[in-house]
């Protein structure tokens, strides 16, 4: 299995382009989730999924768009990159939300910067 | 008030110290807890769930208080490759918003 994957590894933008974040797991999980971890502030949940064609925010969905149509891939869109939108991005899969299902698994992270 | 705090850290120990973390929670009604560990420039790995009656991994112990709503992190012989931040994580409910992570706690093992 290859877990959870994510691409590109890095990547540079110009304000006000856009861009897709892949993801994609090969575990069957119906849970996943983006976020954006920035120094000294921790991971931050983006936007989430329970399952193929359910999409729902997070704590900090602004700027972001993200589908679910199949149940590995979940990618996460910049609609218009900000400079404030620089950040390492993490995507994570579980089987479910709670107990051990709850047990996250994470990609290697995109590492961003807009310019 | 933040949902999740942790010890602010850094911890820096020596090789076979023994080193303990502390991660408090607000909303008394979260369901589940666990602890990743963070390499520099990684992505999060599972370290354990923490289980109600406290549980224990080789050199980890996870205990729970509910009544206090602290989760704590005991790690016992430290060793060199020790050395990363742990994330206490805490989910409030059934519905996927609200995996919360603490900002994490430093942790150096120094030979």
């Known amino acids: 299995n290859a877990g959870v994957t994510q691409t590109p590894k890095f990547q540079v933008l110009k304000t006000g382009q856009s861009m897709t974040l892949q993801c994609a797991q090969d575990m069957n999980h119906e849970y996943m989730s983006w976020y954006r971890q920035d120094p000294g502030m921790g991971l931050r949940l983006i936007h989430y999924s329970v399952g193929a064609g359910i999409t729902d925010q997070g704590e900090v969905p602004n700027g972001y768009n993200v589908s679910r149509s199949t149940t590995e891939d979940f990618p996460l869109r910049l609609l218009s990159a900000a400079p404030s939108q620089t950040s390492v991005y993490f995507c994570a899969s579980s089987y479910g939300v709670s107990g051990r299902g709850g047990e996250q698994f994470f990609g290697p992270g995109t590492r961003l910067t807009v310019l | 008030r933040k949902e999740v705090e942790q010890d602010p850290g850094p911890f820096n120990v020596p090789e076979g110290a023994t080193v303990a973390f502390n991660c408090t929670y607000s909303n008394s009604a979260s369901q589940s807890f666990f602890w990743y560990r963070q390499d520099c420039r990684k992505e999060p790995k599972l370290l354990m769930s923490?289980?109600?009656s406290g549980n224990e991994d080789g050199r980890f112990t996870a205990q729970l208080n509910r009544a206090s709503q602290y989760i704590s992190l005991l790690i016992r012989d430290s060793k060199l490759s020790d050395s990363a931040t742990y994330l206490c994580v805490v989910i409030l409910d059934n519905y996927g918003q609200n995996f919360v992570f603490g900002p994490g706690t430093r942790l150096s093992v120094l030979p």
């Open positions: 923490v289980y109600s």
